[in-house]
C-alpha cells in the first residue's frame, strides 16, 4: 500500500491509502531494494526532467535498470504526478524514459497465451505497425513527388492507411473500458489516464489523415503535401511510440498486476464489446 498525508489536523487527518500490487512473486523482503531502486530512479528522472543529456543520464542508470522492470517503471511515474509533476509534463518526459529503459523492457516483456485480452491487443498492435511503416513509405514518395498526377498509388494507400486506423476504434474501447478500469481498481491510476489523453490526441489526428487523404483537391497541391507530411508524420511518430508504451508498460504492468482468476471475466466483456475489422483470427462484431 501508498499512503499519503493529505491533511495533518489538527481538527482532522486524512490519510489516502492506494493498493499498489508488486509483480506476483514479489515478497517483503524484496521491498528495500525496490524502494531503493524507485528513489534512485525517480532523481534521475528529475534530473532529466531539468534538462541534463539523455546519454548521461542512461549512462548512470544502468545499475538501477537491472531491477526495474514496467510495473516499477510505471509506479514511479505515478509517484512523480502525484508528487506535483503535471500528465503533459510527463507525457513529454515518455520518450526519454523509454530511450532509457527500452532493453531492459524488451528483455523482460511477457508474451500471453492466444486469446487471451492482451494477446489480442498486442496482435493488432502488431497490425498498425505495419500500416505505420506503410504509410512512412507514402510519406517518402509523396515528399520527393512534383504533383498529384504521379500519387495515385501513394493517395489510395493513405487512404486505406487512414480508414485501417479509424477502425481501430474497437481496440481502443477494450483498452478504455476493461483493461484501464482493472488497473485503476489496483491503484494504478496514472498510466490509463495518460493513455487515454493519447488516444484523444491520435483520434482527431486519425480523422485528419482521413479527411486530408480523401479530397487532395480540395487544396493547393503545396499546401495538400504540408498537412499530409504534417498529420502523417505524427502519426507515424507518436502513434509508434503509444503502441510501443501498451506492449512495454501498460500491458505488462497488467499481467503483472491483475490476478488470473480476473482474465475470463474480462475477456468475456472484450467479446461483448468486438473486435476490429484486421484482429488477427477473430471475426469483428
Not at 461483448?272 to 477473430?282: E, L, M, S
Request: aromatic content about 6%; proline content about 4%; glycine content about 6%.
Amino acid at each position: 500500500f501508498d499512503l499519503r498525508n493529505e491533511k495533518d489536523g489538527p481538527d482532522e487527518w486524512v490519510v489516502k491509502i492506494t493498493r499498489i500490487s508488486l509483480p506476483r512473486g514479489s515478497s517483503e523482503s524484496t521491498t528495500a531494494s525496490v524502494d531503493k531502486d524507485k528513489q534512485a530512479m525517480k532523481k534521475l528522472l528529475t534530473q532529466l526532467h531539468a534538462g541534463k543529456d539523455v546519454a548521461e543520464i542512461k549512462e548512470q542508470a544502468k545499475d538501477i535498470l537491472r531491477n526495474m522492470d514496467a510495473t516499477k517503471l510505471a509506479l514511479l511515474e505515478q509517484e512523480m504526478i502525484q508528487d506535483g509533476l503535471g500528465r503533459d509534463e510527463m507525457r513529454r518526459l515518455c520518450d526519454a524514459h523509454l530511450e532509457i529503459m527500452r532493453e531492459s523492457l524488451d528483455a523482460g516483456q511477457i508474451t500471453p497465451e492466444p486469446g487471451h485480452p492482451i494477446y489480442t491487443l498486442m496482435e493488432e498492435h502488431k497490425v498498425l505497425k505495419r500500416h505505420l511503416e506503410e504509410l512512412k513509405s507514402y510519406l517518402e514518395v509523396i515528399k520527393n513527388a512534383t504533383g498529384l498526377a504521379s500519387l495515385s498509388k501513394e493517395v489510395d494507400g493513405t487512404k486505406f492507411v487512414a480508414h485501417e486506423l479509424l477502425e481501430a476504434e474497437k481496440h481502443h474501447q477494450r483498452e478504455e473500458e476493461v483493461i484501464f478500469p482493472a488497473l485503476e481498481k489496483r491503484g494504478v491510476t496514472e498510466p490509463p489516464e495518460i493513455m487515454r489523453q493519447e488516444h484523444v490526441d491520435l483520434r482527431a489526428k486519425k480523422a485528419a489523415l482521413a479527411d486530408i487523404s480523401k479530397e487532395p483537391g480540395k487544396y493547393s497541391y503545396k499546401d495538400w503535401v504540408q498537412r499530409i507530411e504534417d498529420v502523417g508524420n505524427y502519426l507515424v511518430k507518436e502513434l509508434g511510440d503509444h503502441i510501443y508504451k501498451e506492449d512495454y508498460v501498460l500491458y505488462q504492468m497488467a499481467l503483472q498486476t491483475i490476478e488470473p482468476e480476473a482474465w475470463a471475466e474480462m475477456k468475456a466483456r472484450c467479446d461483448q464489446i468486438g473486435y476490429c475489422c484486421f484482429t488477427p483470427g477473430v471475426e469483428s462484431a
